[in-house]
């Protein structure tokens, strides 16, 4: 053999001695990984998983703790006495605009902080009263200069406000939308005088033309039963004092965001989504999942559905209404499918007085009725969410949310005349984009739904649903929040789908939306837009100073050992399945959650920010709320040790997980 072959063979032993060792070490840093990953998780039937699924990032890196775009989106609208003006409220961007009736120019801006949404005007016209969704307060400006008069406190999240004269006196009712209650104010000085219990998420507001009643509609449903039939609330207070009157429900229906009503009638209207989350989602091709309606009640809460949609054309989404002056139209928004249905409230009036009382129960169901009454459509521009009428009824301004202007139409002959131009319409901003995807019905069979007809504002919608692919019955799966989403993959429940762009693609084509799937550009700004979605409420929660309960629900959330000592194993320890900051590590656990009819015992562990705002609980939405996860659903401490909790101790680690 050669010099130059032994070499040769030399180099060859020691690359394959070297490849030896590195597949050593590979084997070795592999077991010890597993029994890293076993030892503090605490289960020993994981295998290799990756570092960051404990060893997570920063909150401040995701994108929603990222700064945003702002766009001049607008919200409430209200029209002058004198119908020279429209106020327009700027949430997005913490203003108010202020546009020439007739010609369309926005002659003002003033700044408002606090994210203005619902206006009312004084009769007078010279106070405009602006709900402050984010500071959870009504300010009273100065119409002539914009100047700040007044402002008071309400609950969380204020929508919608309306005025009223009543025996007691001048009065403001506005809806909560966080706290779930309406306040009721007193005009001059601006002061809350009660606040009265509502259904789950109040959401708009009206009251009768004499001041004896006050309408709130609520959005969502209250959870009971997971297979219970879900009815949100449409709540009747005496808006003097505040006086409770009424529950009223809206059978099978839920988001309702708009309410109006009428000068001539006992009549209250309010758009609504007759879903029907329990049948299978087969059933979208045959239209028995979602349609819109309109629920008309009177005084005493006795309601009738009646439907909106067509029977091969769906209006997804309808929230605003406003009422003719004389009472004889209707004019509604759909924000999931652009247009403005116009209704003949006497030809609805009519045929309610000749139909049976079966008929009228039944009429939600018709989808060939709404010919009957609804006498034009008017197209707009992209997700109309609000609607005013000036005084004599005689011009429309419809709010195209994610187009940033106002449409302007003339009600005799129902033809547009202009826009109110707020802004660009944000069509170079990804997440803009991706926010019209999100609202848009015509990616579903007949335009059905959106995204946002079961994720109103990227939230949940509280329900349950039964996909089809897992059989009739099986596997109902509680309606995820959207919002705080970035980063904590994979989706579902079973945790079977990597990203969101999976999750919403050929999945939601094949499952929900019947129809061809998104197309991938619009795909990546639908995941770009629900990756901007913060948790609820994020920026008013986050490093706050924790209250002593909060503190003590914080310790016991990372207790290692119970109060008298005794070890809590690891894999039965709050921290280790929902560790910091996400609160979840990202795998599918086995906690003794499950139901009768579900195929497996291990679901995806969800993330924890904003919990508290996401009720119902568990996989298929069976808990009520947060206590019912330990006192009704807890099995054999699977669910962390919980068995060593008092009442008190229950009550501040529910107090802290609503701080996260």
Same mark, same amino acid.
């Given at each position: 053999?050669?010099?130059?072959?032994?070499?040769?063979?030399?180099?060859?032993?020691?690359?394959?001695?070297?490849?030896?060792?590195?597949?050593?070490?590979?084997?070795?840093?592999?077991?010890?990984?597993?029994?890293?990953?076993?030892?503090?998780?605490?289960?020993?039937?994981?295998?290799?998983?990756?570092?960051?699924?404990?060893?997570?990032?920063?909150?401040?890196?995701?994108?929603?703790?990222?700064?945003?775009?702002?766009?001049?989106?607008?919200?409430?609208?209200?029209?002058?006495?004198?119908?020279?003006?429209?106020?327009?409220?700027?949430?997005?961007?913490?203003?108010?605009?202020?546009?020439?009736?007739?010609?369309?120019?926005?002659?003002?801006?003033?700044?408002?902080?606090?994210?203005?949404?619902? #206006? +009312?005007?004084?009769?007078? &016209?010279?106070?405009?009263?602006? !709900?402050?969704?984010? $500071? %959870?307060?009504? @300010? /009273?400006?100065?119409?002539?200069?914009?100047?700040?008069?007044?402002?008071?406190?309400?609950?969380?999240?204020?929508?919608?406000?309306?005025?009223?004269?009543?025996?007691?006196?001048?009065?403001?009712?506005?809806?909560?939308?966080?706290?779930?209650?309406?306040?009721?104010?007193?005009?001059?000085?601006?002061?809350? #005088? +009660?606040?009265?219990?509502? &259904?789950?998420?109040?959401?708009? !507001?009206?009251?009768? $033309? %004499?001041?004896? @009643? /006050?309408?709130?509609?609520?959005?969502?449903?209250?959870?009971?039963?997971?297979?219970?039939?879900?009815?949100?609330?449409?709540?009747?207070?005496?808006?003097?004092?505040?006086?409770?009157?009424?529950?009223?429900?809206?059978?099978?229906?839920?988001?309702?965001?708009?309410?109006?009503?009428?000068?001539?009638?006992?009549?209250?209207?309010?758009?609504?989504?007759?879903?029907?989350?329990?049948?299978?989602?087969?059933?979208?091709?045959?239209?028995?999942?979602?349609?819109?309606?309109?629920?008309?009640?009177?005084?005493?809460?006795?309601?009738?559905?009646?439907?909106?949609?067509?029977?091969?054309?769906?209006?997804?989404?309808?929230?605003?209404?406003?009422?003719?002056?004389?009472?004889?139209?209707?004019?509604?928004?759909?924000?999931?499918?652009?247009?403005?249905?116009?209704?003949?409230?006497?030809?609805?009036?009519?045929?309610?007085?000749?139909?049976?009382?079966?008929?009228?129960?039944?009429?939600?169901?018709?989808?060939?009725?709404?010919?009957?009454?609804?006498?034009?459509?008017?197209?707009?521009?992209?997700?109309?969410?609000?609607?005013?009428?000036?005084?004599?009824?005689?011009?429309?301004?419809?709010?195209?949310?994610?187009?940033?202007?106002?449409?302007?139409?003339?009600?005799?002959?129902?033809?547009?005349?202009?826009?109110?131009?707020?802004?660009?319409?944000?069509?170079?901003?990804?997440?803009?984009?991706?926010?019209?995807?999100?609202?848009?019905?015509?990616?579903?069979?007949?335009?059905?739904?959106?995204?946002?007809?079961?994720?109103?504002?990227?939230?949940?919608?509280?329900?349950?649903?039964?996909?089809?692919?897992?059989?009739?019955?099986?596997?109902?799966?509680?309606?995820?929040?959207?919002?705080?989403?970035?980063?904590?993959?994979?989706?579902?429940?079973?945790?079977?789908?990597?990203?969101?762009?999976?999750?919403?693609?050929?999945?939601?084509?094949?499952?929900?939306?019947?129809?061809?799937?998104?197309?991938?550009?619009?795909?990546?700004?639908?995941?770009?837009?629900?990756?901007?979605?913060?948790?609820?409420?994020?920026?008013?929660?986050?490093?706050?100073?924790?209250?002593?309960?909060?503190?003590?629900?914080?310790?016991?959330?990372?207790?290692?050992?119970?109060?008298?000592?005794?070890?809590?194993?690891?894999?039965?320890?709050?921290?280790?399945?929902h560790r910091p900051p996400l609160y979840s590590y990202r795998l599918p656990s086995a906690v003794g959650t499950k139901g009768p009819r579900d195929v497996s015992d291990f679901f995806d562990t969800p993330h924890l920010l904003g919990i508290g705002y996401s009720a119902p609980y568990l996989h298929d939405g069976?808990?009520?709320?947060?206590?019912?996860?330990?006192?009704?659903?807890?099995?054999?401490?699977?669910?962390?040790?919980?068995?060593?909790?008092?009442?008190?101790?229950?009550?501040?680690?529910?107090?802290?997980?609503?701080?996260?």
């Open positions: 053999m050669t010099t130059k072959s032994c070499h040769l063979w030399r180099r060859v032993a020691g690359l394959g001695a070297a490849l030896m060792v590195a597949a050593g070490v590979g084997v070795g840093l592999h077991t010890w990984s597993v029994r890293h990953v076993q030892r503090w998780s605490g289960r020993q039937d994981l295998g290799w998983v990756n570092c960051n699924h404990c060893h997570q990032g920063k909150l401040e890196d995701l994108p929603w703790a990222k700064p945003r775009p702002k766009h001049p989106a607008p919200a409430g609208l209200a029209v002058s006495p004198d119908g020279r003006w429209v106020y327009i409220a700027l949430d997005d961007v913490d203003e108010l605009a202020v546009a020439d009736a007739i010609t369309g120019r926005v002659v003002k801006r003033v700044n408002v902080k606090g994210g203005p949404f619902g #206006l +009312a005007l004084h009769p007078g &016209g010279e106070r405009l009263f602006v !709900t402050l969704h984010d $500071s %959870d307060e009504v @300010v /009273a400006l100065d119409t002539r200069n914009g100047k700040e008069l007044e402002r008071v406190a309400v609950g969380m999240g204020p929508v919608s406000i309306s005025y009223c004269r009543t025996p007691a006196g001048e009065r403001l009712v506005v809806a909560n939308s966080l706290s779930d209650d309406a306040s009721v104010l007193r005009v001059s000085p601006l002061q809350e #005088l +009660a606040r009265a219990e509502t &259904g789950r998420e109040p959401y708009a !507001t009206a009251v009768a $033309s %004499d001041g004896s @009643v /006050a309408f709130i509609a609520c959005r969502l449903a209250v959870p009971t039963n997971v297979l219970a039939v879900p009815d949100s609330e449409l709540t009747i207070i005496n808006p003097a004092g505040g006086r409770l009157l009424k529950r009223a429900i809206f059978y099978s229906s839920h988001l309702a965001e708009g309410i109006a009503t009428t000068p001539n009638r006992p009549w209250s209207i309010t758009p609504i989504i007759k879903v029907r989350n329990l049948v299978p989602i087969t059933q979208v091709a045959n239209g028995w999942v979602m349609s819109s309606g309109l629920a008309i009640s009177d005084h005493e809460g006795r309601i009738v559905e009646m439907p909106l949609d067509e029977a091969n054309d769906y209006f997804a989404d309808p929230s605003g209404i406003v009422i003719s002056p004389d009472g004889r139209r209707a004019y509604v928004v759909s924000g999931g499918s652009d247009t403005v249905s116009v209704v003949d409230l006497d030809k609805m009036a009519a045929w309610l007085e000749r139909s049976s009382p079966q008929r009228r129960h039944e009429a939600i169901e018709d989808l060939t009725l709404s010919s009957e009454y609804v006498i034009a459509r008017i197209p707009t521009a992209r997700n109309p969410r609000h609607i005013a009428l000036s005084p004599d009824g005689a011009r429309l301004f419809v709010s195209e949310r994610l187009n940033d202007s106002v449409l302007m139409v003339d009600t005799a002959t129902l033809k547009v005349t202009g826009r109110i131009v707020l802004g660009d319409g944000g069509a170079w901003d990804p997440i803009r984009r991706g926010e019209r995807v999100f609202t848009k019905a015509a990616h579903t069979f007949q335009r059905q739904f959106s995204c946002r007809s079961c994720h109103p504002d990227g939230h949940v919608d509280g329900l349950a649903y039964d996909f089809d692919g897992d059989g009739i019955g099986d596997n109902l799966l509680d309606n995820r929040t959207l919002q705080g989403v970035a980063g904590t993959h994979p989706f579902k429940w079973n945790g079977k789908n990597p990203s969101l762009q999976v999750q919403c693609g050929p999945r939601f084509a094949r499952v929900l939306m019947r129809t061809e799937p998104i197309p991938p550009k619009d795909l990546e700004d639908l995941a770009t837009f629900i990756q901007s979605l913060p948790p609820p409420r994020w920026e008013r929660r986050h490093n706050r100073p924790l209250t002593p309960a909060q503190e003590r629900g914080r310790r016991l959330f990372f207790a290692t050992h119970t109060t008298d000592g005794t070890p809590i194993p690891r894999e039965r320890q709050c921290q280790t399945c069976r808990a009520k709320t947060l206590e019912e996860l330990w006192t009704t659903y807890q099995t054999n401490d699977l669910h962390g040790v919980s068995s060593y909790w008092t009442k008190h101790q229950l009550n501040d680690l529910v107090e802290f997980l609503k701080t996260l």
